[in-house]
């Protein structure tokens, strides 16, 4: 079992920038993958970028690669989600979800992961 909780959201201006965090507790969490996803209102939760245990990265579209870069530090059980040049658009919920896997895979698909944290809201005012 693994418990995720996320933090650093906000209300920010548009240009500005955020830092959320996906702390984990209660499994060696270096063996678990790990997706940021968000829901903005009245649309479906999807994914925003993703990372394999060894740090491999995938996101969701190159517009958001621009912006926004997922790491994580295994030493500290979590991992990040750096967003820069912050736009209306992408004022949501943001949700981390974890699952244990072999080295070298990343998910992007809701089901495919088995632990959620409560989630976090991003609001960008313009």
């Known amino acids: 079992q693994v418990q995720l909780v996320e933090s650093g959201g906000g209300l920010v201006q548009a240009g500005g920038s955020l830092r959320l965090s996906c702390a984990a507790s209660g499994r060696t969490f270096s063996n678990y993958a790990v997706g940021w996803f968000r829901q903005a209102p009245g649309k479906e939760r999807g994914i925003v970028a993703a990372?394999?245990?060894?740090?491999?990265?995938?996101y969701s579209a190159d517009s958001l690669k621009d912006r926004f870069t997922i790491s994580r530090d295994n030493a500290k059980n979590t991992v990040y989600l750096q967003m820069n040049s912050l736009k209306p658009e992408d004022t949501a919920v943001y949700y981390c979800a974890a699952r244990e896997t072999n080295p070298g895979r990343y998910y992007s698909a809701e089901y495919e992961y088995n632990y959620w944290g409560q989630g976090t809201q991003v609001t960008v005012s313009s």
């Open positions: 990372i394999s245990r060894g740090g491999i990265k995938r």
